[in-house]
């Protein structure tokens, strides 16, 4: 079983840039597509980008085009998420996902997930 753990979230200002990491244990984390969503107050949880099994394709949403990107190091059982210029609109916990053996950007097809890190993004 894979088990995601967040961290690399934190304050920073509008147009700064933070890199998110998801260590996922388990020695299948290989298998499976991941994926990075989040949830701002009031909202409903957003899809942000997904991952391949070993990388070679990514899809990001359009909100976070040209300024995220997400990558994987299977060798180190990592998913990371480069954010930079980031807004205010960005503030959101952000979720690390994993265990879909495809690539979606449905909540529903992962079945494994962190316990989020705080983004926020002051102007």
């Known amino acids: 079983q894979v088990q995601p753990v967040e961290s690399g979230g934190g304050l920073v200002q509008a147009g700064g840039s933070l890199r998110l990491s998801c260590a996922a244990s388990?020695?299948?984390?290989?298998?499976?597509?991941a994926a990075w969503f989040r949830q701002a107050p009031g909202k409903e949880r957003e899809f942000v980008a997904a991952?391949?099994?070993?990388?070679?394709?990514?899809v990001c949403a359009d909100s976070v085009k040209g300024r995220f990107t997400i990558s994987r190091d299977n060798a180190k059982k990592t998913v990371y998420l480069q954010m930079n210029s980031l807004k205010p609109a960005d503030t959101a916990v952000y979720y690390c996902?994993?265990?879909?053996?495809?690539?979606?950007?449905?909540?529903?097809?992962?079945?494994?997930w962190g316990q989020g890190t705080q983004v926020t993004v002051s102007s």
């Open positions: 991952i391949t099994t070993s990388g070679g394709n990514t």
């Open positions: 388990g020695l299948t984390f290989g298998a499976y597509a």
């Open positions: 996902a994993t265990g879909s053996v495809t690539l979606s950007a449905y909540a529903s097809y992962y079945n494994f």
